[in-house]
């Protein structure tokens, strides 16, 4: 880690010490300079606006890692400002964090199109890389033409163009018998007509050794002691298919098209999730969704208009149906009378949401220096179940609602420096019901909830080679539906959740040079936030939690990046992010007041390193080696002026490095890549006491034509 932070704190210093030479060179030398744009030439709409807006935006080209084995968590996890945290091996739980803010505080879409409720299987940790073609990462100000209720971030998948023909065929095997395979194409006829499918199949036994684990004896009483053992209960399959099929450079749109989408998992789940004190069996979870879309495209050089309507249901079942108890080397006992793992007897809960998403945006330029763009959606969700073996199970027998609308106003401008200011207003309506803790009556809630928010965002290039950035919001989050509705099984609803809202700033600088053969590049950003009943997860009994509201949250941080890049054969590149996400409620006499605290659980300094080489042989092969490291600081479990610090629960400092190696044949389009994760076998927990994997070996093959 020292060494990340002096490459950077020398990168940096080079980079700015060079801004006074590179100030006065000619209008001729300064047009040469190689300046790092947001995918500079493209020619969308929506790339344009994103490069001029002043937002503060990561975009992660995914070309470098289309022939390694990662999925697209672990491609966002090296990047600034970003840290993700898993529960255990492919398919587990994870929790990914941007700018101090979390889960469903940042918001996620596929193509614009938002990903909230599309079930388990369509997870990030899903998706191969080798389906996408880049990430929109936004820091803090979310663009209106995604129209979300993001607190403060989002994050953009984007698909291939659809006017070029290919086939992209990938398998990849490895450690825990893990098994990843993605087969996408694509067939465009004169420019007019394309269908494209994208698909992957994804499985692992996540057998990997848990060590240092708490021995039981037969009557599941602590010994004491601790013992090693491999999780023989976390198995996990995932598969999803698509297909599209539509028009594009027509008159009339340059883009129609028709989606579908079919996408299921199993899940062997081996603990709760926050614990590894109890552990199952016999439990498990099947989950499936099928979805529709319809999208349209159009613009006509001075106006642009977008939409898209989709529709859907997601499936989950649980089935909890062991009556046995569990130790960790998979022995076990017969339950007294018929009690269950996770349930007070045999279950098997069926849960089901009925989704709808739409979303028109349309701007129009007004002159060469302003603009003007509107956008709303809808986003609804309805559940319904129940449970075909515990009759008293019946959270979910009468069906319960969600519903969302956004609308948003934004005024562009383009002259000294480009920006926006924008106006966005949130509607909420939710019917809930549940059970009186006394009698066991039905409750009935309505929960009606209205907020704006409003914001700007504005950037200044005084150089070629310098950017000046700036964006601020006070943005507005809508309580998600398993939030507020519970899961059935490890979270308990709250009707009584409120929206959360915070007041964002992000201030940046961006610096991109080049001298002879390589290419210089920095960036720093400032975030502040001030959030208000800021929803947070509490896991307040073994096997539960429930979301609950804080009262005020602050967080304020910095993150700060370098590059140096060979314009032939190697990279390095570094980040730091340093993050205080601090407690502004103040408790009332009869509860312990924790004002001041940093917000427990939460990684508040991490960074990565990451170097690259490559040579060409005289066939045109290329040959790869690839080195990251990553570094995450300790960090209290619970609040951090409760007890002795010396003695509190705390996840340790980690750090962790991966190697790759591949090769590619016959004009690029054969390719093979070894790769060795956590290479010094290291022990990590992003979670206190449950263990993530240690090293695994993968191999990967890929066609593509």
Not at 60 to 88: A, F, H, W
């Amino acid at each position: 880690m020292l060494s990340g932070k002096l490459f950077l704190s020398g990168g940096i210093v080079f980079t700015i010490s060079a801004l006074f030479s590179y100030a006065q060179a000619s209008d001729n030398d300064a047009a040469d300079l190689d300046t790092v744009t947001v995918n500079a030439g493209a020619t969308d709409r929506q790339l344009h606006i994103i490069e001029n807006s002043g937002l503060n935006v990561d975009v992660i080209d995914t070309d470098e890692y289309l022939n390694l084995s990662k999925d697209i968590n672990q491609v966002l996890n090296t990047t600034p400002g970003i840290i993700i945290r898993n529960s255990g091996g492919l398919g587990s739980r994870f929790k990914l964090s941007l700018n101090g803010l979390s889960e469903k505080q940042i918001r996620y879409f596929i193509d614009g199109v938002p990903m909230e409720d599309f079930g388990d299987a369509l997870s990030l940790d899903n998706y191969p890389v080798n389906i996408v073609e880049r990430i929109d990462v936004f820091k803090g100000v979310v663009p209106i033409h995604l129209s979300s209720d993001a607190l403060g971030g989002a994050i953009n998948i984007i698909t291939p163009s659809l006017t070029d023909s290919y086939l992209d065929a990938s398998v990849s095997y490895g450690s825990f018998n893990t098994t990843r395979v993605a087969l996408s194409g694509q067939y465009s006829k004169n420019n007019r007509y394309f269908s494209r499918i994208s698909s992957f199949w994804n499985s692992s036994d996540n057998d990997y050794e848990m060590k240092e684990l708490p021995e039981k004896d037969s009557f599941n009483n602590l010994t004491g002691s601790t013992v090693s053992e491999k999780r023989f209960h976390d198995e996990y399959q995932s598969r999803m298919l698509a297909w599209e099929n539509g028009i594009i450079n027509a008159d009339w749109a340059d883009k129609l098209s028709l989606s579908l989408t079919y996408a299921d998992n199993r899940n062997n789940i081996q603990h709760p999730g926050e614990s590894i004190e109890v552990v199952y069996g016999g439990l498990y979870s099947r989950s499936n969704s099928k979805l529709a879309s319809v999208n349209y495209k159009k613009d006509w050089g001075h106006t642009f208009l977008q939409a898209y309507l989709l529709g859907g249901k997601t499936e989950t079942t649980y089935y909890d149906t062991e009556t046995r108890s569990y130790q960790w080397d998979g022995s076990f006992t017969e339950n007294p009378g018929n009690r269950v793992e996770a349930s007070e007897q045999p279950s098997i809960l069926d849960i089901n949401d009925n989704v709808v998403r739409s979303n028109i945006y349309a701007r129009h330029d007004l002159n060469k220096q302003f603009s003007v763009a509107a956008a709303i959606s809808f986003n609804r969700l309805a559940r319904s179940g129940g449970d075909r073996l515990f009759e008293r199970n019946d959270r979910f027998d009468d069906p319960q609602s969600l519903n969302k609308i956004v609308s948003a106003l934004d005024f562009g401008y383009q002259g000294t420096g480009s920006g926006s200011v924008f106006y966005k207003h949130y509607q909420m309506k939710a019917t809930t019901s549940d059970r009186d803790i006394n009698n066991g009556s039905e409750i009935d809630n309505e929960i009606n909830e209205s907020d704006n928010g409003f914001g700007f965002s504005y950037q200044y290039q005084p150089y070629s080679f310098l950017t000046l950035l700036a964006s601020g919001e006070r943005a507005v989050r809508l309580p998600e539906s398993y939030e507020l509705l519970g899961d059935g099984i490890f979270v308990r609803p709250n009707p009584q959740l409120k929206p959360e809202t915070s007041n964002n700033f992000n201030a940046g600088v961006k610096v991109n040079l080049s001298s002879g053969s390589r290419n210089y590049s920095a960036e720093s950003n400032l975030f502040v936030r001030k959030a208000k009943d800021f929803i947070r997860y509490n896991a307040d009994r073994i096997n539960s939690g429930i979301y609950e509201n804080l009262q005020d949250v602050d967080i304020q941080g910095v993150e700060l990046s370098g590059a140096i890049e060979g314009h032939e054969a190697g990279f390095i590149s570094a980040s730091v992010t340093y993050q205080d996400l601090i407690n502004q409620t103040r408790a009332d006499e009869n509860s312990e007041d924790h004002h001041g605290d940093r917000v427990p659980n939460e990684p508040y300094f991490f960074g990565s390193l990451k170097g690259g080489y490559s040579i060409f042989d005289s066939q045109y092969n290329e040959y790869a080696l690839y080195w990251t490291s990553r570094y995450v600081h300790e960090y209290f479990l619970h609040w951090e002026s409760s007890g002795d610090s010396d003695e509190k629960n705390k996840i340790d400092q980690q750090v962790t490095h991966d190697l790759e190696l591949s090769a590619s044949f016959s004009d690029q389009s054969i390719h093979a890549s070894f790769s060795i994760n956590n290479l010094t076998d290291a022990e990590v927990y992003d979670n206190f006491d449950i263990q993530k994997p240690g090293r695994a070996y993968f191999l990967k093959l890929r066609y593509n034509y």
